[in-house]
């Protein structure tokens, strides 16, 4: 059975026309490379996808091969004016930024598992062992983290436990302080109720004074004890 032709138009829809990029541009760059090989030929290839992503490929330097093409028709077309170098430089090097930042974005689409249409079984398979050593890479900064959180918190528990410990120890210095000091007031007020127990001196008691100081004589006289207290009764 004859296989279909497929007709050479634009393809409308969006994934069969990425798909059918990818495949295509694949097998035109086999072609070119074994061109070259077979025939010791000098092949270069550019293409520019429908987003303006670069791709190319030539078997030896594409600036000599460019530098010969236009040598060669130097007499059938104008040679394009060369611009200045810094400009090319920096045109050059915003093609590699816009390319890098393109390839960069489409793969973290695949790792999200989009845009993945296009790829064979070989690209798949490179694209899960990325996945794995991703996935291997983020749970071992889990656990490293994890592990440091733990660590933190039980040396500041150890730090609690310690002050814990200190303050208690304040406190039973605090209280044994505190039961001094009340017995000492204890001791203090009985002191005071025992002197203020001892009865004052009557107004006829021949030790109480006669006024409110005492003469030399009374004091005299108070230190000689009264005959009363040496003489004997008489039988």
């Not at 930024?97 to 079984?121: P, S, T, W």
């Not at 733990?150 to 150890?158: D, M, P, S, V, Y």
């Not at 302080?177 to 009985?190: I, Q």
Request: aromatic share 6%; proline share 3%.
């Amino acid at each position: 059975m004859a296989r279909e032709k497929i007709k050479i138009e634009k393809i409308d829809k969006l994934t069969a026309r990425q798909v059918t990029f990818s495949k295509r541009r694949r097998g035109l760059i086999k072609k070119a490379r074994e061109l070259s090989v077979l025939c010791d030929a000098d092949v270069s290839l550019i293409i520019f996808s429908a987003k303006g992503k670069l791709h190319d490929f030539s078997s030896s330097s594409m600036e000599d091969t460019l530098t010969r093409y236009y040598g060669h028709h130097s007499n059938k077309v104008e040679k394009p004016v060369r611009p200045c170098v810094a400009l090319e430089i920096e045109n050059t090097n915003w093609k590699m930024l816009c390319n890098e930042v393109y390839d960069q974005a489409h793969e973290l689409r695949q790792m999200k598992g989009e845009d993945l249409e296009g790829l064979d079984v070989e690209e798949l398979e490179q694209l899960e062992k990325k996945l794995e050593a991703g996935l291997s890479l983020v749970i071992k900064t889990k656990e490293e983290r994890t592990w440091n959180e733990i660590n933190k918190l039980q040396r500041e528990e150890a730090q609690l436990i310690k002050e814990n410990k200190q303050l208690k120890q304040e406190m039973k210095m605090i209280l044994h302080r505190g039961k001094l000091v009340t017995v000492n007031s204890e001791l203090v007020n009985n002191v005071s109720i025992g002197s203020s127990s001892i009865p004052p001196l009557d107004d006829d008691s021949p030790y109480a004074p006669s006024s409110g100081f005492l003469s030399e004589a009374e004091v005299l006289d108070r230190r000689q004890p009264t005959g009363a207290f040496f003489c004997k009764q008489s039988t």
